[in-house]
């Protein structure tokens, strides 16, 4: 029969640390670019976005419909990078704590 008060103990501190862990990525930036590094996009993991740089051809050119398309482009990209490292921090997580991978159903546990 398992114990219940000691895997009661295990979630709580389970769910500490994925709190502790959340607020410590909400400082980590990615960098996401598109056209070939015209735009860059600094994010925080929590989707915060830090800073934008368009290469100055850009500014100057015609085509504005094109840059709108590549700072999306390097915002996704950015969006996709923090994803990952989140994912990829949780997972070094849990197995610290000693849980499988895969035991909170593969998502992000947040």
Same mark, same amino acid.
């Given at each position: 029969?398992?114990?219940m008060q000691g895997l009661m103990k295990k979630a709580q501190e389970m769910q500490k640390k994925m !709190?502790?862990?959340q607020e410590e990525l909400g400082d980590? !930036?990615?960098t996401g670019t598109s056209g070939g590094g015209?735009?860059?996009v600094?994010?925080?993991c929590k989707g915060m976005t830090k800073s934008l740089k368009v290469a100055p051809e850009l500014v100057s050119g015609d085509d504005k419909e094109m840059m709108e398309d590549l700072v999306v482009a390097a915002m996704n990209?950015?969006?996709t990078k923090a994803d990952a490292k989140m994912s990829? !921090?949780?997972q070094k997580a849990m197995q610290n704590m000693g849980i499988p991978p895969g035991a909170?159903?593969?998502g992000l546990p947040f």
């Amino acid at each position: 029969m398992m114990n219940m008060q000691g895997l009661m103990k295990k979630a709580q501190e389970m769910q500490k640390k994925m !709190e502790q862990l959340q607020e410590e990525l909400g400082d980590v !930036e990615v960098t996401g670019t598109s056209g070939g590094g015209m735009v860059t996009v600094v994010m925080t993991c929590k989707g915060m976005t830090k800073s934008l740089k368009v290469a100055p051809e850009l500014v100057s050119g015609d085509d504005k419909e094109m840059m709108e398309d590549l700072v999306v482009a390097a915002m996704n990209d950015a969006r996709t990078k923090a994803d990952a490292k989140m994912s990829e !921090e949780t997972q070094k997580a849990m197995q610290n704590m000693g849980i499988p991978p895969g035991a909170l159903g593969g998502g992000l546990p947040f």
